[in-house]
Protein backbone atom coordinates (compact mmCIF):
# COMPACT_ATOMS: atom_id res chain seq x y z
CA UNK A 1 0.00 0.00 0.00
CA UNK A 2 1.14 3.56 -1.00
CA UNK A 3 1.64 6.77 1.46
CA UNK A 4 -1.44 8.42 -0.20
CA UNK A 5 -3.59 5.04 0.26
CA UNK A 6 -1.81 4.79 4.04
CA UNK A 7 -2.96 8.43 5.07
CA UNK A 8 -6.81 7.55 4.18
CA UNK A 9 -8.61 6.96 7.03
CA UNK A 10 -11.95 5.43 5.85
CA UNK A 11 -11.49 1.69 5.76
CA UNK A 12 -14.07 0.60 3.27
CA UNK A 13 -12.12 3.69 1.28
CA UNK A 14 -8.43 1.82 1.62
CA UNK A 15 -10.19 -1.47 1.15
CA UNK A 16 -12.05 -0.40 -2.45
CA UNK A 17 -8.53 0.49 -3.58
CA UNK A 18 -6.87 -2.32 -2.70
CA UNK A 19 -9.40 -4.31 -4.58
CA UNK A 20 -9.34 -1.89 -7.31
CA UNK A 21 -5.75 -2.02 -7.49
CA UNK A 22 -5.28 -6.29 -7.02
CA UNK A 23 -7.90 -7.00 -9.84
CA UNK A 24 -5.55 -4.43 -12.35
CA UNK A 25 -2.61 -6.16 -11.42
CA UNK A 26 -4.05 -9.61 -11.38
CA UNK A 27 -6.30 -8.93 -14.95
CA UNK A 28 -4.00 -6.65 -16.71
CA UNK A 29 -7.12 -4.09 -16.23
CA UNK A 30 -6.16 -0.30 -16.70
CA UNK A 31 -9.52 0.49 -15.91
CA UNK A 32 -8.94 -0.60 -12.41
CA UNK A 33 -5.63 1.00 -11.97
CA UNK A 34 -7.13 4.59 -12.96
CA UNK A 35 -10.54 4.04 -10.95
CA UNK A 36 -7.83 3.35 -8.00
CA UNK A 37 -5.90 6.03 -8.80
CA UNK A 38 -9.10 8.49 -8.95
CA UNK A 39 -9.95 7.42 -5.52
CA UNK A 40 -6.46 8.06 -3.65
CA UNK A 41 -7.17 11.92 -4.53
CA UNK A 42 -7.91 13.91 -2.11
CA UNK A 43 -11.92 13.85 -0.86
CA UNK A 44 -11.88 17.50 -2.09
CA UNK A 45 -11.14 16.16 -5.52
CA UNK A 46 -13.42 13.48 -5.69
CA UNK A 47 -15.68 13.34 -8.23
CA UNK A 48 -19.58 14.27 -7.55
CA UNK A 49 -21.40 13.48 -10.57
CA UNK A 50 -25.78 14.96 -11.00
CA UNK A 51 -27.96 12.49 -12.67
CA UNK A 52 -28.50 14.96 -15.04
CA UNK A 53 -24.87 14.85 -16.42
CA UNK A 54 -24.92 10.71 -16.89
CA UNK A 55 -28.78 11.70 -18.67
CA UNK A 56 -26.98 14.12 -21.20
CA UNK A 57 -24.00 11.59 -21.67
CA UNK A 58 -24.73 7.49 -21.44
CA UNK A 59 -26.09 5.25 -23.76
CA UNK A 60 -28.81 2.94 -22.86
CA UNK A 61 -27.12 -0.77 -21.44
CA UNK A 62 -23.74 0.73 -20.80
CA UNK A 63 -22.03 0.26 -17.30
CA UNK A 64 -20.31 3.48 -15.83
CA UNK A 65 -18.00 3.64 -13.06
CA UNK A 66 -18.12 6.81 -11.23
CA UNK A 67 -15.18 7.01 -8.83
CA UNK A 68 -16.47 9.12 -6.33
CA UNK A 69 -20.21 10.33 -5.15
CA UNK A 70 -23.34 10.20 -7.60
CA UNK A 71 -25.74 13.30 -6.44
CA UNK A 72 -29.20 13.29 -6.89
CA UNK A 73 -29.88 16.48 -8.97
CA UNK A 74 -31.49 15.75 -12.19
CA UNK A 75 -33.41 12.70 -13.53
CA UNK A 76 -32.09 9.22 -15.16
CA UNK A 77 -34.57 7.45 -17.64
CA UNK A 78 -31.59 5.37 -19.42
CA UNK A 79 -30.98 1.72 -18.59
CA UNK A 80 -27.86 2.29 -17.29
CA UNK A 81 -25.59 -0.03 -14.44
CA UNK A 82 -23.88 2.93 -12.35
CA UNK A 83 -21.16 1.92 -10.05
CA UNK A 84 -19.95 4.46 -7.46
CA UNK A 85 -17.93 4.85 -4.40
CA UNK A 86 -21.18 6.01 -2.97
CA UNK A 87 -24.74 7.57 -3.63
CA UNK A 88 -27.12 10.15 -2.29
CA UNK A 89 -30.40 8.38 -1.53
CA UNK A 90 -32.26 10.43 -4.56
CA UNK A 91 -29.61 9.33 -6.45
CA UNK A 92 -30.06 5.14 -5.59
CA UNK A 93 -33.70 5.75 -6.10
CA UNK A 94 -33.87 7.34 -9.65
CA UNK A 95 -31.05 4.90 -10.52
CA UNK A 96 -32.93 1.89 -9.69
CA UNK A 97 -35.96 2.80 -11.34
CA UNK A 98 -34.42 3.21 -14.49
CA UNK A 99 -31.28 0.75 -14.30
CA UNK A 100 -29.08 -0.52 -11.76
CA UNK A 101 -26.89 1.07 -9.19
CA UNK A 102 -23.91 -0.91 -7.64
CA UNK A 103 -20.80 -0.28 -5.25
CA UNK A 104 -17.12 -0.36 -6.60
CA UNK A 105 -16.22 -3.00 -4.31
CA UNK A 106 -18.67 -5.33 -5.96
CA UNK A 107 -18.26 -4.33 -9.09
CA UNK A 108 -14.79 -5.45 -9.19
CA UNK A 109 -15.66 -8.70 -7.79
CA UNK A 110 -18.27 -9.33 -10.40
CA UNK A 111 -16.43 -7.86 -13.55
CA UNK A 112 -12.52 -7.91 -12.36
CA UNK A 113 -11.63 -7.77 -15.85
CA UNK A 114 -13.15 -4.64 -16.64
CA UNK A 115 -14.66 -5.70 -19.87
CA UNK A 116 -17.17 -3.60 -21.28
CA UNK A 117 -16.94 -0.37 -18.50
CA UNK A 118 -16.73 3.51 -18.92
CA UNK A 119 -14.82 5.49 -16.57
CA UNK A 120 -16.84 8.89 -15.88
CA UNK A 121 -15.41 11.66 -13.79
Request: net charge negative.
Amino acid sequence: MDAKTQRKTNPVLKDVIRKCEEAARKNDAAIWGDVAAALKQSTRNQVEINLSHLERTVEDGETLVVPGKVMGSGRLSRDVTVAALDFTSAALESINEAGEAVYIEDLVEDNPEGEGLRLIG
